[in-house]
């Protein structure tokens, strides 16, 4: 166990492409109804790591419980990349992170060079 690590936050990265960009907007509105979360905007071309369009969702640590198992249930078929906020952007978005979905190829290097 690594005691020293503060988890500040955590991103939902929704991923769509053009067939499923209906779905990713319904996603998105009940997001919006239900939580008190952060929407980030739409990224209609892969941005950073993310090799497809997406947007992000922040959300804070006390949340967790009641979000990620709502966007379990409620993905629609979408990919999504949920991770904490510690400060480290590469663990974070690797070792610390778990998928809703298909595990997509992360550009990595983008990360490492930042």
Known sequence: ???N???TGFHAHIYFDHASRDAATLLREGLGAKFDVRLGRWHEQPIGPHPKSMYQVAFLPHQFGEVVPWL???RQGLDIL???ETGDGVK???K???WLGEKLQLNIE???RS
């Open 110 to 112: 983008v990360l490492i």
């Open 72 to 74: 379990m249930v409620n």
């Open 5 to 7: 690590i503060v988890i």
């Open 1 to 3: 166990m690594n005691e």
């Open 82 to 84: 949920v991770h904490p």
């Open 92 to 94: 974070d978005h690797t």
């Open 96 to 98: 610390h992170s778990l």
